[in-house]
C-alpha cells in the first residue's frame, strides 16, 4: 500500500510540476479585474484604467462591500477596506513615471469570507535594468568551485524501478557524488528503451522537499530526462519524511549562510546542477552534445544557472524564474522569491553573497538560446525581478507573457514550454 502510495503521490506531483503551483480563482465569487489595454502593457507616464466587478453566478453581485490596495507592485500607496460597490463594479486608474508595474488587488467580503481578483499593468517592462551588482571575481569564483567540485568523482548509482517503466522507458532512481565527500544528488531517470543515441532534458525543482516521479511521457518520445531533488536526500520515500524535513531541519533552507557565499546552501544546489550534466554526459544512450535544461519558480533560476555556469547546455527554458534581484527591495522596488530584504535590512555580508548567487548574474553569462514564460500577476517572483533578469540575456530568447497568470501556468503555457523543447532537441 506504501509503494501503491507514493506512485499515486508522485503522479500528482509531476501534474503539478506542470501546472504550476497553484491555479486561477474557482470560488463562488469572482473578482474580475481587466485593464483597459488587451495586453496589459503601456507606455511610461500613461494611464492605465482598471475595471472592476464581483460575480456571484455569473451576475453582479451588488451592494458587495469590498477592501483593496493599489500601487506599484509590492509598494501599494494606496490601501483602503469597507467600499461598498452598489452596482457591484468599479474602476481605478494608476501609472508609472518609471519602467515597472503597477497593481490593483481587490478582496470581496461576503459573508464572512474572501475572494481576490487582482490585474497588473506593465509599463515598458523591457526596459527594467537590475539594482545588483555582479562581482568583479565572479567568474573565478564559480569556475573554481566548480574544479572543486570535480575532483569528487560521480560515483554514479542507478537502481531500476519495475513499477514505473513503460512498454518502451527505463525509470531508474539514481544518485551522483556531489560536492564534498558523501554529499550526493538524487533523482529521476528515464531513457528509451530502444538502443540508440538520444538528447537530454533536466529537469530542476521547484522550492521545497518532495518526492519526485520522473518524466516518462518526455522520454517515451526518445529523449532523455533527468529529474533531481537538490537536498541530497533520496526522491522516493514515503512523504512524510519530506513533511517532517520541511518542518525541520531543512525549513528556510535558502536563507541558510546566506553571508558566506563559501558556505551558502545554493552552492552545493549550483554545483548539484552542473553535476547533473556530467551525470547526463557519463550516459551511455546519451549523444554526447544536446542537452537542454527547464524548470520553474526555483526551477526556473536553476534553468538560468545552470545555462550561465555549464557552456555545454544547448537550450534553456524557464517558466517564472525566483532569485532574481535581490537588492529590488532596497531600491524601493519589488526582488526575486525568497524576499530576503522585503522586511528586514540586509546583515554585514549579506548583499554581497547573494550577489554570486542572484540569477540576474547568471542571465548576463547565458549564450544559448532560451524560452521564457510568465505572467504579471505572479506574486512570488514578481515581474519586476524576472524582468530584471532576463532584460539582460544577449543571447537568442523569446519570452511569451500570459498576463493573467500568477505562480502558476496555463496548460497552454506548458505545452509552448514542451513543444519548444522537443522542436530545439528533435526538429520536431
Known sequence: MKIKRLIILSAILIAISFSGLSQS??????????????????????????????????NLLENVTVDYETGPEAFPDVVKSGM?????????????????????????????KKYEGLATAGFEP??????????????????????EAR??????????????????????????????????????LCVPKKPGKYPAILRVPGAGIRPYGGDSRTASLGIITLEIGIHGIPVNLDPQVYTDLSNGALNAYNAVKMNDRNTHYYKRVYIGCVKAVDFIFSLPEFNGTDVAVTGGSQGGA?????????????????????????????????????????????K?????????????????????PGFYTWGYNDLTCPPTSMYSAYNVITAAKELQIFQETGHW????????????????????
Open 302 to 346: 536553476l534553468t538560468i544557472v545552470t545555462a550561465g555556469l555549464d557552456k555545454r547546455i544547448k537550450y534553456a527554458a524557464a517558466l517564472y524564474p525566483a532569485l532574481c534581484d535581490h537588492t529590488g527591495y532596497l531600491n524601493k522596488r519589488a526582488g526575486g522569491w525568497p524576499h530576503y530584504f522585503k522586511n528586514t535590512e540586509p
Open 84 to 112: 461598498v460597490l452598489k452596482t457591484g463594479k468599479t474602476e481605478f486608474t494608476g501609472t508609472m513615471k518609471v519602467p515597472g508595474f503597477y497593481r490593483v488587488r481587490v478582496w470581496a467580503v461576503v459573508d464572512g
Open 348 to 368: 554585514p555580508g549579506e548583499v554581497e553573497t547573494l550577489g554570486y548567487y542572484d540569477v540576474v548574474n547568471f542571465a548576463r553569462r547565458v549564450t544559448v
Open 151 to 188: 575532483k569528487l568523482s560521480l560515483d554514479p548509482k542507478l537502481t531500476l524501478m519495475p513499477e514505473r517503466c513503460t512498454s518502451d522507458v527505463n525509470v531508474f532512481h539514481i544518485s551522483f557524488q556531489n560536492e564534498i565527500a558523501g554529499s550526493r544528488i538524487y533523482g529521476i
Open 25 to 58: 480563482n474557482t470560488g463562488l465569487i469572482k473578482v474580475i479585474i481587466a485593464t483597459d489595454h488587451k495586453d496589459w502593457t503601456y507606455k511610461v507616464n500613461e494611464t492605465a484604467k482598471f475595471s472592476v466587478q464581483v460575480l456571484k453566478y455569473g
Open 409 to 428: 501556468t496555463f496548460p497552454e503555457q506548458n505545452e509552448a514550454v514542451n513543444n519548444w523543447l522537443v522542436k530545439q532537441l528533435k526538429g520536431q
Open 126 to 147: 523591457e526596459k527594467i535594468q537590475p539594482t545588483v551588482k555582479d562581482p568583479g571575481d565572479f567568474d573565478n569564483f564559480w569556475s573554481n568551485t566548480i574544479a
